[in-house]
């Protein structure tokens, strides 16, 4: 194995390690949920704090790479496309963020309600953020382009939860702030798996030489 394959496999372990903590920082919320705990605003912003300091480590290396290798075809595809996704992984750990500073707000009375309303929709989000990292890993178009039916999942599930919503607001059996928040988290939820996807593009594009339209 050379320098370049030694540099792209730890290149790989470190993605990998940010997919890994944007997963878990997915469970954790749900678990707080779940199990009505108090969640820790201030765990998040370390996760984040590990998550920014990961994405500066990539960026670093894949600049590097580039300038001491000048790699070329699917070397220097895989390396550019690293360089995009991080930017991805990094606005989910944001998302993350985002949703536990809704969920440390709310009546615990009601967080019942809200875990099995947004439970599907964050579950298919972090399979759509996990799929997609496996793929880059596995360097495979086929397991990215799979990608794209999960995200649809989300977004399918993100107007299921709407429709539930108007529903309830009709029945006048959940608090509107209540409702209202539920729907901003579905929402974050259903932009943590666009970045996911967007991942997943990158990986077609390193494996193919495709570039496709991201995500915002």
């Not at 940010?18 to 919320?29: P, Q, Y």
């Not at 809200?114 to 439970?119: D, G, K, M, P, R």
Request: aromatic share 6%.
């Amino acid at each position: 194995m050379n320098r370049l394959d030694n540099k792209l496999l730890d290149l790989n372990t470190t993605m990998l390690e940010m997919s890994r903590l944007v997963e878990r920082a997915i469970e954790e919320l749900l678990k707080a949920i779940k199990e009505e705990e108090d969640i820790s605003l201030e765990h998040f912003n370390s996760v984040y704090e590990e998550l920014d300091s990961l994405d500066k480590q990539v960026q670093n290396t894949c600049l590097r790479m580039l300038l001491e290798f000048q790699p070329v075809a699917g070397d220097f595809r895989k390396i550019s496309s690293a360089l995009k996704m991080v930017t991805d992984i990094n606005r989910i750990g944001n998302q993350c963020i985002n949703i536990a500073r809704i969920i440390a707000d709310m009546d615990p009375v009601v967080e019942k309600d809200l875990y099995l309303e947004i439970f599907n929709i964050a579950t298919y989000s972090k399979d759509v953020v996990k799929s997609a990292i496996y793929s880059f890993i596995k360097n495979s178009y086929e397991d990215a382009e799979e990608v794209t039916k999960k995200d649809d999942s989300v977004d399918e599930e993100f107007i299921n939860i709407k429709n539930r919503m108007i529903k309830r607001i009709q029945n006048g059996d959940l608090d509107a702030s209540m409702i209202v928040d539920i729907i901003i988290i579905a929402k974050y939820f259903e932009r943590i798996a666009d970045h996911g996807s967007n991942i997943a593009k990158w990986v077609k594009y390193s494996t193919g030489g495709t570039i496709e339209n991201s995500n915002n």
